[in-house]
T-cell receptor, first 109, second 117 residues
Framework: AQRVTQPEKLLSVFKGAPVELKCNYS??????LFWYVQYSRQRLQLLLR??SRESIKGFTADLNKGETSFHLKKPFAQEEDSAMYYC???????????FGAGTILRVKS | GAGVSQSPRYKVAKRGQDVALRCDPI?????LFWYQQALGQGPEFLTY????????KSGLPSDRFFAERPEGSVSTLKIQRTQQEDSAVYLC???????????????FGSGTRLTVV
């Protein structure tokens, strides 16, 4: 079965501190992994995907197939990073996403 | 329009009432998805359209849920005889391409918050 687990409901850090939002997944094949973000009063939007190996707004995420993880990291948190973050997966030939429950990131000044 | 538009933004329904939720995708987008997001949870897949064809409805929780996209553009999600457990935010998303794992992602709407009382 496909499953995405985000163990933390809330992560609170100070501005300038490193951030790591955890994501573990369960999937029998080769999944595509994504991070979506929802800022206050805004729509859900794509932050980054593992196949692009990109850094968006200073965030990076590495797919670790051995640990079945796709943790989101940023070396120095900024107040504008405060939002709800969802990890999601899809099968390579699939076209639907399985989301985790989400983690609220609060960056304090 | 510039984005995915959903209406109404809020809907309060009495238990047993039928409701219809509308989604206007971005013009020209082939794929359209419906997700249900219960309070404190991530979105859960309901159904998928490629143009007017409903190719996957495996996520619809019961036969009270019905979705259509007759002309391959606007879609309607209908819930018959609503129950309290149907209370959730219903999200619509569209994509230019079939495979969402391409360089094109989903564009989500703002959602319809349904409250069944």
């Amino acid at each position: 079965a496909q499953r995405v687990t985000q163990p933390e409901k809330l992560l609170s850090v100070f501005k300038g501190a490193p951030v790591e939002l955890k994501c573990n997944y369960s999937y029998s094949g080769s999944p595509e992994l994504f991070w979506y973000v929802q800022y206050s009063r805004q729509r859900l939007q794509l932050l980054l995907r593992h196949i692009s190996r990109e850094s968006i707004k200073g965030f990076t995420a590495d797919l670790n197939k051995g640990e079945t993880s796709f943790h989101l990291k940023k070396p120095f948190a900024q107040e504008e990073d405060s939002a709800m973050y969802y990890c999601a997966l899809s099968g390579v030939y699939g076209n639907k996403l399985v989301f985790g429950a989400g983690t609220i990131l609060r960056v304090k000044s | 329009g510039a984005g995915v538009s959903q209406s109404p933004r809020y809907k309060v329904a009495k238990r047993g009432q039928d409701v219809a939720l509308r989604c206007d995708p971005i013009s020209g987008h082939v794929s359209l998805f419906w997700y249900q997001q219960a309070l404190g949870q991530g979105p859960e897949f309901l159904t998928y359209f490629q143009n007017e064809a409903q190719l996957d409805k495996s996520g619809l929780p019961s036969d009270r849920f019905f979705a259509e996209r007759p002309e391959g553009s606007v879609s309607t999600l209908k819930i018959q005889r609503t129950q309290q457990e149907d209370s959730a935010v219903y999200l619509c998303a569209s994509s230019l391409v079939v495979r969402m794992t391409s360089n094109y992602g989903y564009t989500f709407g703002s959602g319809t918050r349904l409250t069944v009382v």
